[in-house]
């Protein structure tokens, strides 16, 4: 039972290219969530989806963009990256409010 | 404005009880109260979560007041392996914010 699976885990950027950051859990959930954590900082909500169809801001969306391809699978695109997207990129879903399953997580550097 | 308030930082020593405290003053009536753990270059990780009273499992317990406007996280016999950052989180949506945080290191 894989749980919640990111890809890539680490990335190396240059500033304006683009990227998807790619999510999928096998549980079954119903809501997913992407999260960005800054070194030494809290988690900071991007983005996310109650629930297949539904995708909602959060705290930081500026910059990004996300797909809730099915129940599945959630990804997180940046258009055109900055060096302050820098940061570590976790997904997330959850059944039901407040417990939230956390994939590894995704390195990303924009130079 | 946060919905939650916690130390910054709390220092232990293995083998001791440490509570975690969290405000959270402005509580709706229909929120929980949920607790995680963060090890470095890791996610957050699940611990307790409950509404109302006291709650425990395998690896803490969790006290409410009646008011809900505060609870306690405790963390009984502390290792090592307990030095993390430990989450506080109160809602009953699906737009879930985290605080800042505690974080614990707990000393030989």
């Known amino acids: 039972n894989a749980g919640v699976t990111q890809t890539p885990k680490f990335q190396v950027l240059k500033t304006g290219q683009s990227m998807t950051l790619q999510c999928a859990q096998d549980?079954?959930?119903?809501?997913m969530y992407w999260y960005r954590q800054d070194p030494g900082m809290g988690l900071r909500l991007i983005y996310y989806?109650?629930?297949?169809?539904?995708?909602d801001k959060g705290e930081v969306p500026n910059g990004y963009n996300v797909s809730r391809l099915n129940k599945r699978e959630f990804s997180l695109r940046l258009e055109s990256a900055a060096p302050s997207q820098t940061s570590v990129y976790f997904c997330?879903?959850?059944?039901?409010?407040?417990?939230?399953?956390f994939g590894e997580g995704s390195r990303l550097t924009v130079l | 404005l946060a919905k939650t308030t916690q130390p910054i930082s709390m220092d232990s020593y293995e083998g001791q009880e440490v509570n975690i405290t969290c405000s959270h003053n402005?509580?709706?009536?229909?929120?929980?109260i949920t607790w995680y753990q963060q090890f470095p270059s890791q996610g957050p990780r699940f611990i307790i979560q409950?509404?109302?009273t006291k709650v425990t499992n395998e690896v803490a317990s969790l006290f409410i007041p009646a008011d809900r406007k505060s609870s306690t996280l405790s963390l009984p016999r502390v290792s090592l392996s307990d030095t993390a950052v430990y989450y506080c989180?109160?809602?009953?949506?699906?737009?879930?914010?985290f605080g800042s945080g505690t974080r614990l290191l707990v000393r030989p």
């Open positions: 989806s109650a629930s297949e169809g539904t995708t």
């Open positions: 997330a879903s959850s059944e039901t409010t407040g417990e939230l399953f």
């Open positions: 409950g509404y109302k």
């Open positions: 989180l109160v809602d009953s949506s699906y737009k879930l914010i």
């Open positions: 402005n509580i709706a009536t229909n929120d929980y």
């Open positions: 549980m079954n959930h119903n809501s």
